[in-house]
T-cell receptor, first 112, second 111 residues
């Protein structure tokens, strides 16, 4: 079964807008929640990550919001730019270096 | 610093052929793993290793074998390729307190 569910599958945003991608997980033992960014023909690269002891983490234009009781977390991209156009994956695991369980991915397109 | 290196980048196999996808990391990481990426499915874990001589199965291990004789290398073997194994394969490495670093991927087509 899919332990991490991600939505939407695709997203189109105008330049300067806010992109929001949502994920939900099932396993309450998960304690590490990274977001990966992938450009065509490349491997995924870590964008930002959070642990469940905080409700929000911000790095530049990227923010993770975390709701432990609802078992949900989301990625917000503020002031979205065409260079942000990529596929984004949420993931979860019990510890940082271990086996990552990925969501299905969101293909983001930012229109100029 | 090369990071995680995967070879080959592209491969076409005939059904029933065998091959090995190579993965090497130069960061002295304990953990290495193989994922396959299919449209709409995200990345799914095939096999995993927590150190030399130790491997474990992931979500989709059938049809694949691995071994880890050194810290640096973690090859993935397809014993008898099937069209269902057409995919993009990613190798990753990590330590207990680091992010997972991914290679550039191997695009495999089985005809």
């Amino acid at each position: 079964q899919q332990q991490v569910k991600q939505s939407p599958q695709s997203l189109i945003v105008q330049k300067g807008g806010i992109s929001i991608i949502n994920c939900a997980y099932e396993n309450t033992a998960f304690d590490y929640f990274p977001w990966y960014q992938q450009f065509p023909g490349k491997g995924p690269a870590l964008l930002i990550a959070i642990r469940p002891d905080v409700s929000e983490k911000k790095e530049g234009r990227f923010t993770i919001s975390f709701n432990k009781s609802a078992k949900q977390f989301s990625l917000h991209i503020m002031d979205s730019q065409p260079g942000d156009s990529a596929t984004y994956f949420c993931a979860a695991n019990q510890y940082q270096g271990g086996k990552l369980i990925f969501g299905q991915g969101t293909e983001l397109s930012v229109k100029p | 610093n090369a990071g995680v290196t995967q070879t080959p980048k592209f491969q076409v196999l005939k059904t029933g052929q065998s091959m090995t996808l190579q993965c090497a990391q130069d960061m002295n990481h304990e953990y290495m793993s193989w994922y396959r990426q299919d449209p709409g499915m995200g990345l799914r874990l095939i096999h995993y290793s927590v150190g030399a001589g130790i491997t474990d199965q992931g979500e989709v291990p059938n049809g694949y074998n691995v071994s880890r004789s050194t810290t640096e290398d973690f090859p993935l073997r397809l014993l008898s390729a099937a069209p269902s194994q057409t995919s993009v394969y990613f190798c990753a490495s990590a330590d207990r307190n680091t992010e997972a670093f991914f290679g550039q991927g191997t695009r495999l087509t089985v005809v």
